[in-house]
Every structure is written in C-alpha cells, then in structure tokens.
Nanobody, 130 residues
Framework: QLQLVESGGGLVQPGGSLRLSCSASGFTLDYYYIGWFRQAPGKEREGVSCISSSGGSTNYADSVKGRFTISRDNAKNTVYLQMNSLKPEEKDIYFC???????????????????????WGQGTQVTVSS
C-alpha cells in the first residue's frame, strides 16, 4: 500500500522556523513529483511548493518565495519543506502529495496543480503563535 507520512509540524513563534518531512512507504519516491499543500479550517486547500522527481525543478507560491525551501533526498525516500520567517496566518494543516507524469509537457503544465496529485498524506499541523 502506498503511503505518505508528514512530520515536523508543531507550534512555533512568529518569525520562527520549522522543517516538515514527507516520507513514503510502500513505494520509492524517485519517480514522483512531490507537492506540499496547506489548508486552514473553512478554507480551500492551496499549493505551497512542488519539486520534480529529480529535484532539478521547484516551484513556490508567491506568498512563500524567499522563505520556504523544498528539497528531496531520494536515498532517504523523503522530501522536505524548510519554512522560515513563519507568519501567524500560515497556521494550517500541511499535506504532502505525490504523482507521476507521463510526459514532460504534462509535468510542466501541472507540476503544482493539486488535481494532478494521486497520493496524499494525512497532514501535519503547523501553528504559528506567540
């Protein structure tokens, strides 16, 4: 069974940092694009960042550019999201998701499109509060 598990969430003060991890079991992430998404209660889920299977391409939501960094360690079957300078409004549940694209064109077009992602973790809570 293919599973993704997020970890690393918690309580942090405004301006603080957290590193989220997304680990896979039952499959290797080597050929999968990985996306990080977040959702607050009563709001739609939104994309945060995504990374290609090789790690050579990354993309970020405008709101997190310069503060968040996505990376992957395929040897550890894990993808990371380093979050710095966190803001109170970023208190959300953060999810990672995985997908494979059949063609490069599809990947370019849908890299951070949550509708393209097939496998989802259960999420990890991030709370930013003083």
């Amino acid at each position: 069974q293919l599973q993704l598990v997020e970890s690393g969430g918690g309580l942090v003060q405004p301006g603080g940092s957290l590193r989220l991890s997304c680990s896979a079991s039952g499959f290797t992430l080597d050929y999968y694009y990985i996306g990080w998404f977040r959702q607050a209660p009563g709001k739609e889920r939104e994309g945060v960042s995504c990374i290609s299977s090789s790690g050579g391409s990354t993309n970020y939501a405008d709101s997190v550019k310069g503060r968040f960094t996505i990376s992957r360690d395929n040897a550890k079957n894990t993808v990371y999201l380093q979050m710095n300078s966190l803001k109170p409004e970023e208190k959300d549940i953060y999810f990672c998701a995985a997908t494979r694209f059949r063609t490069t064109v599809q990947a370019i077009q849908a890299m951070c499109d949550m509708k393209a992602y097939d496998y989802w973790g259960q999420g990890t809570q991030v709370t930013v509060s003083s």
